[in-house]
């Protein structure tokens, strides 16, 4: 396990120790568990966008006719986009 410093202003530092005082938890694991989160979402959409620019890359685009099809699902009629 690796310790290391993060400098939070004040508002932010008070935030974290009134939830850790809620929680009845240390900060640090706070801190530690948001950082696991960040991560994982970023890593996720890394992931997503990098796949996404592979299948561009190998020109699997959608037809007109799939982006209509989507496109009427969200969007009816008269509704103005």
Known sequence: MVAFTVR????EAEKLDRLASKLDRPRSYLAALAIADYLAREEWQIAEIEAGLSEADRGEFASADDLARVV???VTPGQGG
Request: net charge negative; glycine share 0%; hydrophobic share 30%.
């Open 8 to 11: 939070l202003d004040d508002d």
């Open 72 to 74: 009427a699902k969200y």
